[in-house]
């Protein structure tokens, strides 16, 4: 069965999938959305209390969680929309440009 | 062993549906392939089928409907006619390139305006460029024996295409003539189970289908389109040899009827062929080599076979039943003499277009169109290429 | 089982990043919680109306769904799954899929793909009674196309197609009240909500809707940072307005019986929702403040009438 990981802009039309299927899940994290970010949002470890209000809210899944806790941003995929930043009770994701400012 | 019936051509096709008791069925009415779910609606009634029937509230969502059950991993079939057939326009082109084997049987009927029930070929010629196989039949035999042969041409994984059964609107569809119709069980063995390699509900793995293709891959995919309607060839006459082979009725990509020696000859479809092969044969016995070349497989066009049988002729009338608006000829006459063009003699071609929105086409007619043809070769003259026949005339 | 973000949160995600969503959008937080909400076990088939989300969760070879996903038109998510759905019950009862494998028919539609183009499809499936849920992530307008106005764009909203101008305020029309439309199909569940709290709302709704049997329906307004034209970081807060001026009520209709799911404590005015959108960046201007007097007007209405219902 074809991968996507297979599929790319120079393969012939022979190896291309019937239709333009696709046989396996989730392969657009292929795709390294992080390259569109402008600003980026940075997660403060020790202000954190692993409430996750901030995990459901990303719209592009980038906020790992395990076991009941959140670990770093995937950095690959996260466009920088700051909606984290906002829904965190606890100032632990501020903007990477800001981080500091706001405590000095 | 064969049953001797009468069925009118809709009965004919419900009659294939029942035997092959596809999966999903979803319906919405038109005049004149209404018929054809009527019948079926009856037999999900008496149990004859366990087929789920879907009565949906337009012929898009019929369409719809088939693509989803199509892809989920079932077969998917409907019916329909005319603006019917033009609502289900988007989609059908849907259905072809996600490569999904619906099929469709079409009871073929002029399009609106104004507003007409009766048959040409209006509907299904729109629908030549959006990806389904097309075959035709000229009476309730050829409209059923293509029906048994169409969801294995369809679903062949070198092909795997929608196609669409198109017979006569009334003439076909509502006329009653006898007809061998075969078991029930030789007909489930010769068609087959549905198996398909990926489908929507298949445990083992996903499947995603219908993506947005960037230009880098929309080429490509339309490529491998066209060569699977290429490869549609082939396997229709390997289904037509085996059908040939159980059944007794042998099929190509069309009829060549007293075309060996055939110095003239017209090339038709659908009912009117019959009509056509009447004239021919009252020519043959006054000494004229009239053919007739009766097209069953209009998708894939069978070209180069056609200019094969056609090249010997010294003129040839290509009878379009409906107007491509085209200001030079209908939209048969474009595909044949398109076939021709590399023939190193060719015969002089004209296009009759006739028969819009059920005017008669009658023997006289057809031999009307042959004495026009004999005249080309005697004089060498084409005359006008582009012509209508059976409308009233003014000045 | 009572609703826990841990434990949510703790589940494989089933829809996946790498999709092509602008950042900010509203669809890529309902997709993963739509998702959430089918049981770890079952399947899921997605069928996607033509808009944003299709584009930019399957763009070849490129999914962002760990299910089955089929996309075919515009107008027809609804008449896709009605066959899928029918698919379904055919491998059921011939044994091809196992009598414990439960697997959730889905749409999801935009908007413009659900009040207007798709709504014929939608009508149909509604009363054919396919067992299905379609999820509408209402986002006010056409947004793949550029914000067009939809029916579902509320009154003086600035669209590309009702820019506000000299002699325009945004849209003439009110938004068409699609959750009522649906309930009056007798849907065994209908429910309206959006983005906000810990996703307790959505969930329980979305969890309703899918394992309730028949044709149910959830109407989530999804905030598009470009088309209503606010930064992306404020989408909560934008939902937080819609809900607290009751400009988007947030209730459920179970076998046609209304519910309350969340009533304001002290309902806000429209300003607080209107303000912060560029899109009715015009109402505040001298001169058009009667427009915000016709939108609370409007609001209060359908609140009271909605209120009645659910007494």
Partial sequence: ???????????????????????????????????????????????????????????????????????EFDYEHCKGCGICIKVCPFKAIAWEDEVGKEEA | MSIRERLSGNEAIATAMRQINPDVFAMFPITPST??????????????????????????????????????????????????????????????SLRLPVVLAVSCRALTGPININHDYSDSFAERDSGFIQLYGENNQ????????????????DVRLPLMVC????????????????????????????????????????????????????????????????????????????????????????????????????????????????????????????????????????????????????????????????????????????????????????????????????????????????????????????????????? | MAYNLKEEMNKEERFHSGHRLCAGCGAGIVCRAMMRAVDPGDRAVICNATGCLEVSSFQYPYTAWEDSYIHTAFENASATASGVESAYKVLKRKGKIAEDKNVKILAIGGDGGTYDIGFQSLSGALERGHDFTYFCYDNNAYMNTGTQRSSATPRFASATTTPAGVESVGKKQVQKDLTQIVVAHGSPYVAQTTLFGNMKDFHEKAHRAIYTEGPTFVN?????????????????????????????????????????????KNKLPIEEFMRPQGRFAHCFKPGNEWTIEAAQEYVDKKWEELLAKCR
Avoid at chain 1, 37 to 61: G, M
Avoid at chain 2, 150 to 157: C, D, Q, S
């Fill in chain 2, 35 to 96: 018929e054809i779910p009527q019948y079926y609606a009856q037999y999900v009634a008496d149990g004859k089928v366990d087929t789920e029937f879907i009565c949906v509230e337009s012929e898009h969502s019929a369409m719809s409907a088939c693509l989803g059950a199509e892809a989920a991993g079932v077969r998917a079939v409907t019916a329909t006619s005319s603006a019917g057939l033009s609502y289900m326009n988007e989609v059908l082109y849907v259905a072809g």
């Fill in chain 1, 1 to 71: 069965m074809k991968r996507a990981q297979d599929i790319n802009e120079h393969i012939a039309w022979q190896d291309m999938t019937v239709g333009c299927e696709i046989y396996e899940p989730g392969t657009s994290r292929l795709t390294k959305t992080g390259e569109w970010r402008s600003r980026t949002p940075v997660w403060i470890e020790e202000k954190c209390k692993q409430c996750l209000l901030c995990a459901p809210f990303c719209p592009d899944a980038s906020i790992p969680c395990k076991d009941g806790k959140r670990s």
């Fill in chain 2, 142 to 157: 050829e409209v059923y024996d293509n029906y048994l042969m169409a969801h294995r041409i369809a679903e062949h994984p």
């Fill in chain 2, 167 to 395: 017979e006569d609107g009334f003439i076909t569809s509502h006329a009653i003539e006898n007809i061998e119709l075969e078991e029930d069980a030789a007909v489930k063995a010769f068609v087959g189970e549905y198996k398909p390699e990926n489908y929507l509900l298949k445990e083992e793995n996903p499947l995603a289908v219908g993506p947005y293709g960037v230009s880098a891959y929309y080429m490509e995919a339309r490529v491998a389109q066209a060569h699977a309607m290429m490869n549609a060839k082939r396997v229709i006459l390997d289904v037509a040899a085996d059908f040939e082979k159980t059944f007794g009725r042998k099929y190509g990509f069309f009829e060549a009827y007293k075309m060996d020696d055939a110095e003239v000859a017209m090339v038709i479809m659908g009912s009117s062929a019959g009509t056509a092969k009447v004239a021919a044969d009252e020519l043959r016995a006054a000494g004229i080599k009239a053919g007739v070349v009766k097209i069953r497989v209009f998708r894939p066009f069978p070209g180069e076979e056609l200019a094969e049988v056609l090249k010997n002729c010294k003129a040839v009338a290509v009878m379009d039943k409906s107007e491509g608006f085209s200001a030079c000829g209908g939209p048969l006459f474009a595909e044949t003499a398109g076939a021709m063009i590399n023939l190193d003699n060719r015969p002089k071609m004209i296009d009759i277009v006739f028969g819009l929105g059920g005017r008669d086409f009658t023997v006289n007619a057809a031999k009307s169109v042959f004495e026009r043809l004999i005249d080309i070769v005697k004089t060498g003259e084409t005359g006008p290429v582009y012509t209508h026949m059976g409308q009233r005339e003014g000045r």
């Fill in chain 3, 220 to 264: 989530v307004l999804t905030p598009c940072p470009r088309g209503w034209n606010y930064k992306t970081e404020d989408i909560l807060a934008i939902c937080k307005a819609a809900i607290d001026t009751c400009v988007w009520p947030i209730y459920e209709v179970v076998e046609g019986e209304y519910r309350l799911t969340y009533e304001p």
